[in-house]
């Protein structure tokens, strides 16, 4: 693997300025292969996209999507054309096959709706670039996982940020637009190398780098945002790329994550990291997880969102890494599958841990299981959802029902029962928007719900449907508020936004 030596600042600027000629920017491409080829690229195919390309395949713009998103070959006077050749060549980012040049590493456009960004990594196994097994330093580039992490960070201005584990940059490029400085870090000098070519492309100056392992280069230090997409995959110990195998014994790398931050986040900080989690035999996975979380002192909310078996997981990584095409591939998967059936693994967790240092004497700590779609980018629900655990923490029953509620946006009531039955046997509340969660409620919640429109406090809403059920208003004051806190805390009712008018207080007869 060829080092990327491209770091002179005028070469970078020039070979910038040629990816903006070429229209080399998600919307270029994706005008340029339709929406159809371009989805078949997140997939491994590349049929589509050359055909797409073959009425002008000798543009710049087509040239630099068959390097770098197709990961072949182009002709020498083409990519002259393209970009600036000789310097590439000698930064280490193409290679001379014969009268072809080939790329030696990925550039990908990426960015946000208003602005363009470049990022760097190495060849991916899943178009074709890499052949066969990767290096151990591999960088992996865009992917799934820092996708998502992308989408459910909190977004909120602050001072610091840190991208523990940066691989090929992703997390650094987003916090560069909402924090004054980030610091992104990594073990592997490879990917630092790349990442720091990923900055100078995508134009971002605010973004600082450092060498070391979790929390070492920053001993100390605290940061306002933390975030992790760290090497979480629970593989034998001796497995070797450098992405995704910490060197540590099943989840203990995740483990330590979640204990060794709270003292690195500033007060009132976030700390978002992916993770996997071992499911061990006779343990309840969600006990494992509270007690990782209970001496951090942090409010914390894990989601996971996947789970599967030993054979799926070592299926899955192998693939990953290439190594599903080699000889030694039988051996592997043994390997894997003893090493889980060893520890009592009966089956693996994939989610997300969100920590915040609040400084409560008791914090909040939700643990839960949510397999189900979601609709990304989920920073801001993630901001709201440590917002309204606050709030419902300073509130207490009575307070609670002097609050006037209001239910939030693309809320809607489902009903299941016999036809023609008088009632439903079921009332389901269920987000469209959001964790897109569904909550199932009592014939008291589903009204007061529907009440709810940030006018009337919920003690009087309760009051009427007392009366109109005929029952005792005082012993359904009693019964809600255990209700009422799950409909607020999962955002189906909304605290008034801070500035509205106080609702008038509600009185409870004697």
Not at 255 to 267: F, G, I, K, Y
Request: proline content about 5%; hydrophobic content about 45%; aromatic content about 6%.
């Amino acid at each position: 693997m060829v080092r990327v030596t491209m770091n002179d600042t005028s070469q970078v600027a020039r070979l910038r300025e040629a990816l903006i000629a070429a229209g080399y920017t998600v919307d270029g491409c994706l005008d340029a292969l339709g929406p159809q080829a371009y989805a078949a690229l997140s997939r491994g195919e590349t049929v589509p996209a050359l055909r797409a390309l073959r009425a002008d395949a000798a543009s710049p713009l087509a040239v630099l999507i068959r390097m770098f998103l197709l990961q072949t070959s182009a002709p020498e006077a083409h990519v002259r054309r393209a970009l600036p050749l000789e310097e590439a060549l000698s930064g280490g980012l193409l290679a001379r096959d014969g009268d072809a040049v080939r790329p030696l590493v990925d550039i990908r456009p990426y960015g946000e709706a208003d602005t363009d960004w470049w990022v760097v990594s190495d060849l991916g196994a899943g178009i074709g670039g890499v052949s066969g097994p990767m290096r151990a330093d591999h960088v992996l580039g865009i992917g799934g996982a820092s996708t998502t992490l992308a989408g459910i960070t909190v977004r909120e201005p602050v001072g610091r940020a840190l991208d523990l584990g940066t691989g090929c940059g992703v997390q650094a490029l987003h916090a560069s637009r909402h924090a004054e400085s980030v610091l992104a870090t990594d073990v592997n000098k490879r990917a630092l190398d790349l990442t720091r070519l990923t900055m100078a492309l995508s134009g971002v100056g605010n973004v600082g780098l450092a060498e070391g392992s979790l929390f070492e280069p920053v001993e100390g230090e605290r940061f306002d945002l933390i975030v992790s997409n760290p090497p979480f995959v629970i593989t034998p110990v001796g497995e070797r790329y450098t992405y995704r195998d910490a060197g540590l014994p099943g989840d203990e790398v995740c483990r330590l994550l979640v204990a060794q931050a709270p003292r690195h986040l500033a007060d009132g900080g976030y700390c978002q990291l992916l993770a996997n989690w071992q499911h061990l035999r006779g343990q309840d996975w969600r006990d494992r997880l509270a007690a990782w979380l209970a001496p951090t002192g942090c409010d914390a909310w894990v989601v996971q969102r996947d789970v599967q078996d030993p054979a799926q997981y070592a299926e899955l990584w192998l693939r990953d890494s290439g190594d599903h095409r080699g000889e030694a591939y039988a051996q592997r998967y043994d390997a894997w599958l003893a090493a889980f059936e060893r520890d009592g693994v009966e089956g693996i967790g994939f989610g997300w841990i969100t920590l915040r240092a609040s400084g409560a004497d008791t914090p909040t700590v939700r643990v839960e299981d949510w397999p189900h779609a979601i609709e990304q980018p989920l920073g801001a629900e993630v901001h709201a959802w440590f917002d309204r655990q606050d709030r419902l923490a300073r509130t207490d029953d009575d307070g609670l029902l002097d609050v006037a509620f209001r239910l939030a946006d693309h809320v809607v009531q489902e009903q299941t029962g016999a036809p023609g039955a008088e009632d439903p046997e079921s009332v389901v509340l269920r987000q469209r928007r959001g964790m897109c969660r569904a909550d199932r409620v009592d014939t008291v919640g589903a009204a007061l719900a529907g009440a709810s429109d940030g006018r009337l406090p919920a003690g009087v809403i309760v009051d009427a449907i007392a009366q109109l059920l005929e029952e005792d208003p005082a012993a359904l004051r009693d019964a809600v508020p255990g209700e009422l806190r799950g409909l607020v805390a999962d955002g189906f009712l909304l605290f008034p936004e801070v500035g509205d008018a106080p609702a008038a207080r509600s009185h409870t007869a004697d």
